[in-house]
């Protein structure tokens, strides 16, 4: 069964940049969806990028130009680069997979999810 792994939290101060990842069980994960959601203290969860199996990327409009995903089949991961963070930005941030849909960017369409992992910005 398919596991997934975050990691690359941490505190980082306004402006500064972070590389998340999501390292799965299973060699399938490539042929998934993959996205990112992340979900901030008293705030629903929200989609923040994505990408599809054959490498297409789909973003919110709020991280358009700071954030890119990636995906390494060889390693079977995939990477989120997070540039000029922003203190709304701040957020616990889950990696997740969908093995039934495209490009989807609805949380209840994924079927695999990571721990989650904290991104603090602050001065």
């Known amino acids: 069964q398919l596991q997934l792994v975050d990691s690359g939290g941490g505190l980082v101060q306004p402006g500064g940049s972070l590389r998340l990842s999501c390292a799965a069980s299973?060699?399938?994960?490539?042929?998934?969806?993959v996205a990112w959601f992340r979900q901030a203290p008293g705030k629903e969860r929200e989609f923040v990028i994505g990408?599809?199996?054959?490498?297409?990327?789909f973003y919110a409009d709020s991280v358009k130009g700071r954030f890119t995903i990636s995906r390494d089949n060889a390693e079977n991961a995939v990477h989120l680069q997070t540039n000029n963070l922003k203190p709304e930005d701040t957020a616990i941030y889950s990696c997740?997979?969908?093995?039934?849909?495209?490009?989807?960017?609805?949380?209840?369409?994924?079927?695999?999810w990571g721990q989650g992992t904290q991104v603090t910005v602050s001065p």
């Open positions: 997740a997979a969908s093995t039934g849909f495209f490009n989807t960017r609805r949380d209840r369409d994924y079927d695999y």
């Open positions: 990408v599809t199996w054959s490498g297409g990327t």
């Open positions: 299973v060699r399938t994960f490539k042929y998934s969806a």
